[in-house]
């Protein structure tokens, strides 16, 4: 299984709303991840896990919380978010090992519009 | 600051033909490189991967060659197919401050094929 799922494919929310997204895996990566991807964009990093813990961080405001329950399951907490924030949100996973980075597998991404 | 009307740089062939993508990259101490392909409402898919040791690395139908002096990365995609219209990322493994790695993204080509 060379899968990474998320769910929802679409999500519209208001401003005042709170929402999560949800990404799985069970290719056994214990690094998963967390982008950003406008239209016509490249993927921008949000977060990175790494053996359940957080270990980048870029900056992003703290209406996205992530959380990374356990090895297979990473999550997006979205809580007063702006119209600006409307983008396509992916996940990836990917192995660590002595060579560092291995190749990242993407989701199919969540796209989201915040009205 | 940016300017309006932001595109991707493009490129279209015809149907048989072999293609190349080129991408710059930024970092010198960059030691690990991946190309994406990214179809329209999907998540970017692994193509292939170089590590800094190598110049050249060959796939099915397609051939990474990177430049370390001049930063300097290529795919070539032998016998371009319509299901190969696409966006190609060229994506460089860059170290954190934080003494973590993270990928970062090209801006991006968008390969269109002719039949």
């Known amino acids: 299984d060379t899968e990474v799922t998320q769910t929802p494919k679409h999500l519209v929310m208001g401003m005042t709303n709170k929402k999560s997204l949800k990404c799985e895996q069970h290719?056994?990566?214990?690094?998963m991840y967390w982008y950003k991807q406008k239209a016509k964009k490249p993927p921008e990093l949000m977060f990175v896990y790494s053996y359940e813990k957080l270990s980048i961080n870029e900056s992003v405001p703290s209406r996205f919380s992530p959380e990374c329950p356990n090895s297979s399951l990473l999550n997006l907490h979205l809580h007063a978010l702006q119209p600006e924030d409307s983008a396509l949100y992916l996940c990836?996973?990917?192995?660590?090992?002595?060579?560092?980075?291995?190749?990242?597998?993407f989701g199919p991404g969540t796209r989201l519009t915040v009205t | 600051g940016e300017s309006v009307g932001l595109h991707l740089p493009t490129l279209s062939v015809q149907e048989g033909d072999n293609s190349i993508i080129n991408c710059a990259y930024s970092n010198s101490a960059s030691d690990y490189f991946i190309w994406y392909k990214q179809e329209s409402g999907k998540g970017p898919q692994f193509i292939i991967d170089i590590r800094s040791n190598m110049d050249k690395r060959q796939g099915q139908r397609v051939t990474v060659l990177l430049n370390k002096t001049v930063k300097h990365l290529s795919l070539q995609i032998a016998a371009t197919q319509p299901g190969d219209s696409a966006v190609y990322f060229c994506a460089e493994n860059m170290e954190t401050q934080g003494g973590s790695e993270k990928l970062v993204f090209g801006k991006g080509t968008k390969l269109t094929v002719n039949p």
């Open positions: 990836a996973s990917s192995q660590e090992g002595p060579l560092g980075t291995y190749e990242q597998y």
């Open positions: 290719m056994g990566h214990r690094a």
